[in-house]
């Protein structure tokens, strides 16, 4: 395999070589930074990437969608400390391959590499239930509310009294209270507030959109 290393540890680079060289691949260039990383996959067009997540100058997950966007043919693996649904959802998403903690053993590494350069997407048992369990909880909590509620809600989240909110979905006022009395039921809420942060902790709603309107 031709393998480029992205770590800002240069020990951890060194020792990720030796042990790639030793078992027959060819280490094509070390990257301290994901920058650095992406220029050098450009350069280089290594068949995978070895990308750490935390790196100063840009992340391992925005250097993983540029080179994923640039350069398709060129994988990207992560190997990170960091092992929350969060963090994979997101490097997964901008195009990793394959995600592995730092206390992998090299010979699991090196076998995942080998999945990934053979166009193989590899995530672990424990994390891919772990990703299933997030998606399912986020579908059933969506279906806990109608899609009115949940526009009545963002409306409110987004700085909308009731009566604004009715006039912007064209319904009355009657209306949604009658939607808002339902929704402090199905969320057990004893206030509007209560509500609109219960729903934005369940991921139903979110307070980006007022924000990003303005802009």
Do not use: C, W
């Not at 790639?20 to 990383?37: K, M, P, Q």
């Not at 966007?69 to 994979?88: C, F, G, S, W, Y």
């Not at 998403?93 to 076998?111: C, H, I, L, P």
């Not at 808002?180 to 729903?199: C, E, F, G, P, W």
């Amino acid at each position: 395999m031709r393998i480029l290393l992205a770590d800002d540890h240069a020990l951890l680079r060194e020792g990720l070589r030796k042990s790639f060289e030793a078992a027959g691949d060819e280490v094509v260039g070390e990257a301290a930074n994901g920058e650095e990383a992406v220029e050098m996959a450009k350069a280089l067009q290594p068949e995978v990437v070895l990308m750490d997540l935390s790196m100063p100058v840009m992340d391992g997950i925005e250097a993983t969608r540029n080179i994923r966007e640039q350069m398709p043919n060129v994988r990207v693996a992560v190997l990170t400390m960091h092992d929350d649904i969060d963090k994979t959802r997101d490097a997964i998403t901008a195009g990793a391959s394959a995600y592995m903690s730092k206390g992998t053993s090299f010979s699991d590494v090196r076998e995942t590499l080998q999945r990934v350069a053979g166009g193989e997407t590899v995530l672990s048992p424990a994390l891919a239930g772990a990703m299933l369990k997030t998606v399912q909880n986020q579908e059933s909590n969506e279906d806990l509310l109608s899609s009115r509620q949940i526009e009545i809600l963002q409306a409110i989240a987004d700085g909308m009294s009731t009566k604004q909110a009715a006039r912007h979905l064209g319904i009355t006022t009657k209306t949604v209270h009658n939607h808002l009395n339902a929704i402090y039921r199905k969320l057990d809420a004893q206030s509007l507030t209560h509500a609109v942060l219960s729903a934005v902790r369940m991921g139903i709603i979110n307070l980006e959109s007022a924000d990003e309107e303005e802009e």
